[in-house]
């Protein structure tokens, strides 16, 4: 068994293991109140106080970490929600949560191939990064999930790259 701890990492599998790969266990935690670290790459930590994290911005709510109600939609493949969302604010398509995962990396990662093509149709960028840039697109995300040869083709015949 693998342990972990994290408050700001991606992760877990919402997919079934079908018997060719392991599961992990993660322990979720965020602090509440204080101070804490924030990596910052190469050694460098920064202090952030856990109400300057949960700071709203935009069509989000505070302890979300930027993620608006659409990203819940798309995670959960609501497409008439995820239609109803857009309507209300064409922009959402586009938004962004603390990781820099948009509502198409959450379609994604959930496996909602109609989701993500509705997305794409509304402007969605298949091959924007996560993590200012440097992490994975929507296919890469997908081979790390194991989203499924359907939504992987789906997305590699629409442009999405690695």
Known sequence: ?????????????????????FA??????????????????GGKNKKVSSAAKSAKGPGQTAGTKGRTALYLRAHDGDLPAVKEALSEDDELVHSRDANDWTPLHEAGR???LE?????????????????????????GWIRELGGGDNLEQWVKDNGGEL
């Open 110 to 112: 959930g496996g909602h």
């Open 1 to 21: 068994m693998v342990l972990y701890e994290s408050h700001s990492v991606v992760h877990g599998k919402p997919f079934p293991l079908q018997g060719k790969g």
């Open 24 to 41: 992990n266990v993660f322990v979720h935690f965020e602090p509440v109140g204080g101070e804490y670290l924030v990596g910052g790459g």
């Open 115 to 139: 989701v993500l093509k509705y997305l794409v149709e509304r402007g969605g960028d298949l091959n924007f990064r996560t993590n200012g840039g440097t992490g994975r697109t929507v296919l």
